[in-house]
């Protein structure tokens, strides 16, 4: 589901997936 969705949507779902995944990394650091 989430591979074909990425296919279908390169600059939608995945750039906010990529977002989401830096924000949670820069919460884990900031902690």
């Known amino acids: ?4 969705r990425c296919r279908l949507g390169p600059s939608g779902d995945s750039v906010f997936h990529e977002e989401m995944m ?7 650091d900031y902690q």
């Open 1 to 4: 589901m989430e591979a074909s």
């Open 22 to 28: 830096k924000m949670r990394q820069a919460k884990l």
